[in-house]
Each structure stands twice: as structure tokens, then as C-alpha cells.
């Protein structure tokens, strides 16, 4: 996966801080929809491997490995679903009211999101997802 990102701080052992516009906060269209400076817009800062000696203020690709990214989207997104489904379910088959079976269903939710919050740390401390600058982007 690519993404525009501007080069925010750079550090001597090759690595910079680059900063990405979210993807669903901007269509990088600007011609149709005004420019990028027409609202403030939601910004990840993270670490990237600086291969192309870019410097600060510098717009440049980063890219991530799309197998381990994937994975972590669909488990973000699937879990949570999944979990709720299940929990309504599995009450229900114990022949719980509905609201039994709802309130069921929130706490297996709950559950879900405890278990993202886990692989969200586990990911910031393991560095699992690792982006690489691979070209200056041309303005």
C-alpha cells in the first residue's frame, strides 16, 4: 500500500517522522474538490525508513507490506462484528429474553474492543508495521 505523506523530522540513523493525510479524509483529487487546504484534516505521524534521503517539508510515497496491513484491517473490522453476532446468538440458544440476549451481544462487543486496544499496543511496541520511503513525490 502507498500513501502521500510530508516529511515532518528527520534523524541521523536514516529514519524520518513523516505525516499522511487519512485516506478517507482526502480522495488526493484536489482539481474537483478545492484543494487539500480547504478544512483541517485528520493526520498518522509514524516512523518510516528514509531510502531516499528526503528532507523536511518534503512530499514524498511511503509504502507498507499490504499482507500484514490486510490482516490487521480485517481483524479490526471483523472481530467486532463477529463477537456481537456471536454473543446475541449464543444467548440466545441458552434461551435468554431479548434483552438478555442484547446485552449479551454488547458485552462480547466490549470484548472485541479490548482485544483491538491489545493489538494496537502490541503492534506499537513490536514495530509490526513498517513503512519505507520510496520515492519524492513530484508537486
Known amino acids: 500500500?502507498?500513501?502521500?505523506?510530508?516529511?515532518?523530522q528527520t534523524?541521523?540513523?536514516?529514519?524520518a517522522q513523516v505525516a499522511v493525510v487519512r485516506q478517507g479524509a482526502c480522495a488526493h483529487?484536489?482539481?474537483?474538490c478545492g484543494g487539500c487546504m480547504t478544512a483541517a484534516q485528520p493526520t498518522v505521524t509514524a516512523l518510516a525508513e528514509n531510502t531516499v534521503d528526503a528532507k523536511v517539508g518534503e512530499l514524498v510515497v511511503v509504502e507498507t507490506e499490504n499482507a500484514q496491513l490486510m490482516g490487521i484491517i480485517a481483524f479490526?473490522?471483523?472481530?467486532?462484528?463477529?463477537?456481537?453476532?456471536?454473543?446475541?446468538?449464543?444467548?440466545?440458544a441458552f434461551g435468554l429474553t431479548q434483552g438478555w440476549c442484547i446485552l449479551a451481544g454488547a458485552a462480547a462487543?466490549?470484548?472485541s474492543v479490548l482485544l483491538i486496544v491489545?493489538?494496537?499496543?502490541?503492534v506499537k511496541?513490536?514495530?509490526?508495521?513498517?513503512?519505507?520511503?520510496?520515492?519524492?513525490k513530484a508537486i
Open 11 to 15: 534523524f541521523p540513523n536514516g529514519t
Open 1 to 8: 500500500m502507498t500513501q502521500t505523506a510530508q516529511i515532518k
Open 118 to 122: 491489545a493489538l494496537d499496543r502490541r
Open 29 to 32: 483529487n484536489c482539481s474537483e
Open 125 to 136: 511496541r513490536r514495530r509490526s508495521i513498517q513503512f519505507r520511503i520510496v520515492a519524492r
Open 109 to 111: 462487543f466490549a470484548v
Open 76 to 92: 479490526v473490522y471483523l472481530v467486532p462484528m463477529v463477537l456481537l453476532v456471536g454473543g446475541y446468538l449464543l444467548a440466545q
